[in-house]
């Protein structure tokens, strides 16, 4: 619930007395009470009763964050939503690792295609699966609800040995297709054999524990958001400041049409403006890559008095040959200034 003020922004002046006034008649509440998000589009056009459709993947932990979101229209907008399952790239092809996955859009181009030819209302994203331009007619409409951005290291008992970041056995077989984790992984225990791991979240859990892995690294967002049952593995969560996620890693993005009068105004009501500035220095930083997934780059940012900081490391590699990490951390007045600083110290000399 918000004061009126809010609605500044959505309603013509001649209008604001009509439109609260009906409101507050039809609801029996006073005007301070609307839902934020109940907007003069709604009301005028008739849209407020009818039924959105969200896109979204169709695996549990996709299916999870499609929920999210509509539980937070249905409680902080006052709509209702259904999910559509959509099935894409990256979910039929499920053999090969991400770098060696060509093109950016693996599991986004398919709901943005069901957006464009008005299918679904909305698209709800891992923001770190979304690639950094959208096609023409469509838009982040916002971006939030971000869990734990850490690394989670799960590790079977017999495996767990040592000290340091990655504390496992030498020689144990690690498993992860991400480029990023492969190359720190490599940089922080050397003496690990890493191998390509998909599937879902569940998936990648249930191989470990019937031994086709000593350990793997996966989102703590995921495990988290789905309550997984980690009962008898080594749960360590790697620290930001060792183990870098990915770009936007835990946020969620909700992607609609730039012409879509009806979602546009929703938006302000589930976009949180502190996760907007942190994934835009960390989006920002991974565009001037002009790459997707593919690039070995962990990156994420802060929001502090003393300016915007960025760290972030990219990975080195020689042919098939890990080779080290960049490392850089930077903190400047402007997002700008951050991004344009990190990007010249990763790639001097490259």
């Not at 790239?89 to 093109?103: A, H, I, N, P």
């Not at 000593?214 to 790697?238: F, K, M, P």
């Not at 009501?269 to 835009?280: D, G, I, K, M």
Request: with cysteine; hydrophobic share 40%.
């Amino acid at each position: 619930m918000i004061r009126l003020p809010h609605y500044n922004n959505f309603l013509p002046n001649e209008c604001e007395t009509t439109f609260f006034e009906a409101v507050t008649h039809e609801r029996g509440c006073r005007a301070e009470e609307i839902p934020c998000a109940l907007t003069a589009q709604s009301v005028l056009f008739g849209m407020a009763g009818r039924k959105m459709m969200i896109g979204s993947r169709g695996s549990d932990l996709a299916l999870f964050q499609a929920g999210i979101v509509q539980s937070a229209l249905r409680e902080r907008c006052g709509r209702e939503a259904d999910i559509k399952v959509i099935k894409t790239q990256g979910d039929r092809v499920d053999t090969l690792s991400f770098d060696k996955m060509e093109g950016k859009g693996f599991f986004t181009k398919e709901l943005e295609e069901a957006l464009l030819d008005g299918t679904i209302d909305l698209a709800v994203h891992s923001l770190k699966d979304l690639p950094t331009t959208q096609p023409a007619g469509l838009r982040i409409g916002a971006v939030g609800f971000r869990a734990d951005r850490r690394e989670l290291l799960l590790v079977t008992e017999p495996a767990l040995a040592g000290a340091g970041v990655l504390p496992v056995r030498p020689g144990a077989l690690i498993g992860t297709s991400s480029a990023r984790r492969k190359a720190q992984i490599a940089y922080h225990n050397p003496e690990l054999e890493i191998r390509d791991l998909r599937g879902n979240v569940p998936t990648r859990i249930k191989k470990l524990r019937d031994g086709q892995y000593d350990a793997i690294v996966i989102a703590a967002a995921g495990a988290q958001r789905l309550g997984l049952d980690l009962s008898g593995l080594e749960t360590i969560h790697l620290g930001l400041e060792d183990f870098l996620p990915a770009p936007a890693q835990g946020v969620l993005a909700i992607e609609i049409r730039d012409d879509h009068d009806e979602t546009a105004p929703l938006m302000a009501s589930l976009n949180s403006s502190q996760v907007e500035q942190e994934v835009a220095l960390e989006r920002g930083l991974l565009r001037r890559f002009n790459a997707g997934c593919s690039l070995p780059l962990g990156v994420y940012a802060e929001i502090t008095r003393s300016g915007m900081r960025l760290a972030a490391v990219l990975g080195l590699k020689e042919r098939d040959r890990h080779t080290g990490l960049k490392r850089v951390d930077v903190t400047a007045r402007t997002s700008e200034e951050a991004i344009a600083t990190a990007y010249d110290a990763l790639t001097d000399g490259l």
